[in-house]
């Protein structure tokens, strides 16, 4: 400890802290105790405690000015009905600590976390990790046996984890390997893919909520939902299986057998009881692609059984259970489908909870060469053989892939069929430069002559086609952009048409840099930063109706 004075703040311990019969010295008292080490000189006890237990204090304090005369110990009434409640006693210890007068320059704090309930312990512990308290934090044991009438020890903890790095690196070290193994371990470069990526792994470890993903075929929805569940199972937050629904290919009964299952005799021919997708998936994740294609019977029941975990099998008289987590895909926005009556807006505004739209391979031009190596090692490992491509080869392919010629309709399907196709003609294992014009003739002839439009000008926002900085901006401003800015853009458009109000996209996308200011303006950061591209709050709203805020 420094030269400070030392204050410890505590609360009563009403069982332990007892003294009031004439063998009170006979057992270890942990407060009273708490000043009798001679190396722990304590100039103030703060000690809190309930109306209830007002005399207890009293005579701890009278017995700790026996044995520590130079400890001065101020007694605060803190009452509590219920010690048990947490709301309860967290508001009333936030009270004491928005109260009391800490002078940090000239008094060093402990809370001695050893007394008082579990749930006042947690709340100490809160606060001082908070800095409401702005303490270490003490803990105190008794003596053993051998050592009876001594005070016993204590234990200092330090909660500022910044000392632990150790324990800061291993937690940075998890994060990276859920983000790479969301990504399937390939370093992608696009910058608002990879945030994406990290706002799926967080929400994918923190909730159990439907997740919709939405991207054109062949954009990895599937392959992200099995990497999802994959990394949940890891981290021990599911038990069950996953379970792989493709609404397209189910129509009329048979889609509400297999989903829902069905009780012996429930129609001609069911001689024995089935049990549907759902309650197979119970305990682990439903994965239901293509889920727009679901019928209108199938979404009600499909609503109840998110909401309620319950769900009538076909021809039952009693209800089924299943707890499991929906992740759905679709290959185009759910929108307008659902205004129109196509799909039931009240499933939508269900699983619309936690939506992310995955990127076309076209607009991540700068993850198709990290994504060649990929799948080249990909073919090596399941054709056990050494591929590799030439130098020259490599250039040639990128070249293609990337430029607007490329169309990529299917996406990543299409560009690991591609060098699946390389990879199982080339000779000695090697792809050379005539392997890769073949190709390359070959997905022209398949992909057919490019649309006028395709060729026009523009070149470099023509792979972005669907981006919001170029819908917003249009084609020619957006083309003046440098791509590290057109990226940063599209992300804080995509914040903004996500939020409700202005102050709300501020806090989202400031939610770190807001907790170091006194005086954190949002709305006027978000509102400058627009400025720079010539947009105000309004333009980036889709022409919807922008809520006003007071101070905004």
């Known amino acids: 400890m420094s030269d400070k004075k030392l204050v410890v703040v505590g609360l009563l311990g009403s069982t332990l802290d007892q003294g009031a019969s004439p063998g009170r010295w006979s057992h270890w008292r942990p407060t009273v105790s708490l000043c009798q080490h001679e190396d722990l000189l304590i100039h103030r006890l703060e000690l809190l405690h309930s109306k209830k237990y007002a005399a207890l204090a009293r005579t701890v304090m009278a017995d700790i000015c026996q044995v520590s005369p130079e400890t001065e110990v101020v007694l605060h009434c803190v009452d509590f009905e219920d010690p048990w409640a ?15 007068d800490f002078r940090p320059e000239q008094e060093d704090y402990l809370v001695h976390i050893t007394t008082g309930t579990h749930i006042a312990q947690i709340c100490l512990f809160l606060l001082a990790e908070a800095r409401y308290l702005p303490a270490k934090l003490i803990q105190t044991s008794p003596p053993s046996s051998e050592d009876a009438g001594k005070p016993g020890s204590y234990t200092i903890i330090d909660l500022d984890l910044s000392k632990y790095d150790r324990i800061a690196s291993r937690f940075r070290r998890e994060q990276h390997e859920g983000l790479s193994y969301l990504k399937l371990g390939i370093d992608t470069r696009n910058q608002a893919y990879n945030l994406l990526v990290e706002r799926i792994e967080q929400v994918a470890l923190s909730s159990r909520d439907p997740i919709l993903l939405i991207g054109p075929t062949g954009s990895g929805k599937s392959q992200l939902a099995q990497r999802i569940y994959e990394l949940k199972k890891s981290r021990r937050q599911l038990a069950g299986d996953l379970v792989i629904v493709n609404c397209a290919t189910m129509r009329g009964e048979s889609a509400m057998i297999t989903l829902f299952g069905h009780v012996k005799g429930a129609f001609a021919g069911a001689i024995d009881e089935r049990a549907g997708l759902l309650r197979r998936a119970d305990g682990g994740l439903l994965f239901m692609d293509d889920i727009a294609e679901l019928g209108s019977e199938e979404q009600a029941m499909l609503l109840r059984a998110i909401e309620d975990r319950r769900f009538y099998p076909v021809g039952a008289d009693q209800e089924t259970r299943s707890e499991f987590q929906l992740i759905a895909a679709a290959d185009r926005d759910l929108t307008g489908e659902g205004q129109s009556g196509q799909f039931r807006g009240d499933l939508l505004a269900r699983i619309n909870l936690w939506t992310f739209r995955l990127p076309s391979l076209k607009e991540r031009p700068e993850d198709i060469e990290p994504n060649l190596t990929y799948e080249l090692e990909q073919c090596a490992r399941t054709m056990n053989l050494n591929i590799r491509i030439a130098d020259a080869a490599r250039e040639k392919f990128l070249n293609f ?108 996308l400031f939610s770190v840099s807001r907790s170091k200011k006194k005086v954190a303006n949002d709305a006027d950061r978000l509102r400058k930063y627009l400025a720079r591209f010539g947009l105000e709050w309004r333009d980036v709203r889709r022409g919807e109706p922008v809520a006003v805020e007071s101070g905004a």
Not at 86 to 100: I, K, M, N, P, Q
Not at 490 to 502: G, S, Y
Request: with cysteine; proline share 6%; charged share 30%.
């Open 86 to 100: 947490l709301e309860e006693v967290y508001g009333g210890l936030l009270d004491f600590a928005r109260r009391y």
């Open 401 to 508: 892939a990337t430029s607007p010629e490329a169309t990529w309709p299917g996406n990543f399907r299409d560009f690991g069929a591609a060098i699946r196709r390389m990879a199982t003609l080339a000779r000695d294992g090697e792809i050379g430069v005539s392997g890769v014009e073949s190709e390359i003739e070959r997905l022209r002839q398949t992909w057919g002559p490019l649309e006028p439009e395709a060729t026009a000008a523009v070149p470099h926002v023509s792979r972005q086609q669907e981006s919001l900085s170029v819908r917003v901006l249009g084609p020619e401003k957006a083309a003046e952009l440098d791509d590290f800015d057109r990226v940063q853009l599209d992300e804080v458009l995509r914040v903004c048409q996500d939020a409700p109000t202005i102050s709300e996209a501020g806090r989202r």
